[in-house]
């Protein structure tokens, strides 16, 4: 029954880190709203044309991050590991407050978020919340980098394939449902990167705030981060826990069955677009009653471990 209805944060909260690709020392509130409001991003560094809506639509650049832009050229970028710990702790109405361009990377996963989130507490809102049902399959393929949607009863899920030329990488391969299972392992799962690219990235004037801090660097076959891996499916997590922020971008927690083979932000941005074109694909779920619920996704509530 707690599925049905839409949520927000039970008080404000505030936070701050460093920005991935701009280095600057970010700061962040997070506001409780009412029912039907969405995700709002919002740049208090500016006294107008400040608000930014969390929608694919305002999805301006996907390299290397998501970044969103409003009407008038105010953008935020890297935005998918707070949207991924929103929809993992269900979050579906906040105002985010923002003192710069980018979000910041935390540690380079959504542990953070997730844990800043729990702490808050979470409040459950009158309105129903908003389900999109997937009625055909629906494929996307660019080269070798491939997408799909299907029909599913069992909430979102997603089965992700990567294949790296390096050997530790590999063709790492998981699939997760995200209604089910305990999801800790996907939402601490950071970013990565090869030793090889990290000046080639540098040098067109991004992860100016990288570190061995906040990413996963890997040269040859060593991790350098003292640490390791965090589970053994660190890289091919990450690519799904970016996957499920990207796509909670649709403005809607989504009824299907995702393929990914090769993906990233621009895939699952590129994807999305084409995906809404056809009212054919999808049906929005009227949830109006725990039956018709029940008839349509089978849902167990998401068990969390929020860190210190």
């Not at 029954?1 to 020392?25: A, C, P, R, V, W």
């Not at 208090?44 to 290397?64: F, M, P, Q, R, T």
């Not at 799962?189 to 906040?214: H, M, P, Q, V, W």
């Not at 990233?264 to 109006?288: A, C, M, Q, R």
Request: hydrophobic share 35%; net charge neutral; aromatic share 8%.
């Amino acid at each position: 029954m707690e599925n049905l209805y839409q949520k927000t944060i039970l008080k404000k909260t505030n936070f701050d880190g460093i920005g991935l690709h701009s280095g600057i020392n970010v700061k962040v509130n997070l506001l409780p709203t009412e029912d039907n409001v969405g995700i709002i991003f919002k740049r208090i560094d500016l006294n107008e044309n400040n608000i930014i809506k969390a929608n694919y639509k305002n999805v301006s650049s996907a390299k290397l991050c998501t970044t969103l832009t409003n009407s008038s050229n105010v953008s935020v970028s890297t935005v998918e590991h707070i949207m991924a710990a929103f929809y993992i702790t269900g979050i579906d109405n906040v105002i985010v407050e923002i003192d710069s361009m980018e979000m910041p990377i935390m540690d380079g996963s959504s542990k953070d978020f997730v844990s800043i989130i729990e702490n808050s507490g979470i409040k459950t809102l009158k309105a129903k919340r908003k389900y999109l049902k997937i009625l055909k399959k629906v494929e996307l393929i660019e080269k070798q980098k491939s997408i799909s949607i299907e029909p599913s009863s069992e909430g979102l899920s997603v089965d992700f394939q990567l294949n790296y030329n390096n050997a530790l990488i590999g063709n790492q391969k998981n699939k997760i449902n995200f209604n089910k299972k305990n999801l800790e392992e996907v939402y601490t799962s950071r970013t990565f990167c090869l030793y090889e690219d990290i000046e080639k990235i540098k040098s067109i004037g991004l992860a100016k705030g990288g570190s061995l801090d906040n990413a996963i660097v890997v040269k040859n076959e060593k991790i350098l981060n003292d640490e390791g891996l965090r589970n053994k499916n660190e890289f091919v997590n990450h690519k799904i826990l970016d996957l499920v922020g990207d796509f909670l971008l649709s403005g809607y927690r989504i009824i299907g069955s995702v393929k990914c083979v090769q993906g990233g932000h621009h895939l699952s941005n590129i994807f999305l677009k084409e995906f809404f074109k056809s009212p054919s694909n999808y049906e929005e779920l009227d949830v109006s009653n725990i039956e018709v619920f029940d008839k349509n996704i089978k849902i167990s509530v998401n068990k969390l471990v929020a860190s210190a």
